[in-house]
């Protein structure tokens, strides 16, 4: 199994500030990544697939890269309705994802 | 407007039996692979199983293969999860989650259903 670990687990930050959360494999998943956000009782949301491919509608302020095994999320200036989980994905070998990190109100 | 609606949980001893469902709406539900994802309170999210959209292929997670069958009626736009010999670890809300092909990521998820495994 491809296990997904992601740091940090929280992450406390301003509106403005420039966010980067970070994804590591197992193993070797080439660029099959993804990243979700979700808000509590709600439903995952997809950013970004194919590790660095913007998902339409998601605001460009949201950005991602990386391939192998270590992978990053960016968020370039975070906004109000930010403020949520993130969890990356593995879609390489079946599906495994991260145990998710917390971006918090500073 | 893409919808997936599921329903079907609830509260169920462990031993027993429960069938979800997914309503698909607003897209071509017989292109699409779809999934069935849960997420148990505070943890992280965990793939129960996928089918194909021609149904032809299904794969599960090892925590439920052998107890848990994905389904699917094409006909109907429907997904079905039909989980047996229910366990206190199977506790988590259900999500369906669609997909352009059975190898790749989930782009649009319902709302999730919640199931109780407890006596």
């Known amino acids: 199994d491809i296990q997904m670990t992601q740091s940090p687990s929280t992450l406390s930050a301003s509106v403005g500030d420039r966010v980067t959360i970070t994804c590591r494999a197992s193993q070797n998943i080439s660029t099959w990544l993804a990243w979700y956000q979700q808000k509590p009782g709600k439903a995952p949301h997809l950013l970004i697939y194919k590790a660095s491919s913007l998902e339409s509608g998601v605001p460009s302020r949201f950005s991602g890269s990386g391939s192998g095994t270590e992978f990053t999320l960016t968020i370039s200036s975070l906004q109000p309705d930010d403020f949520a989980t993130y969890y990356c994905q593995q879609y390489n070998n079946y599906w495994t994802f991260g145990q998710g990190t917390k971006v918090d109100i500073k | 407007e893409v919808q997936l609606v599921e329903s079907g949980g609830g509260l169920v001893q462990p031993g027993g039996s429960l069938r979800l469902s997914c309503a698909a709406s607003?897209?071509?539900?017989?292109?699409?692979?779809v999934s069935w994802v849960r997420q148990a309170p505070g943890e992280r999210l965990e793939w129960v199983s996928s089918i194909s959209a021609s149904g032809i292929s299904a794969f599960y997670a090892d925590s439920v293969k052998g107890r848990f069958t994905i389904s699917r009626d094409n006909s109907k736009n429907t997904l079905y999860l039909q989980m047996n010999s229910l366990r206190a670890e199977d506790t988590a809300v259900y999500y369906c989650?669609?997909?352009?092909?059975?190898?790749?990521?989930?782009?649009?998820w319902g709302q999730g259903t919640l199931v109780t495994v407890s006596s």
């Open positions: 989650a669609k997909g352009e092909s059975i190898a790749l990521h989930f782009d649009f």
């Open positions: 607003g897209f071509t539900f017989s292109n699409y692979a």
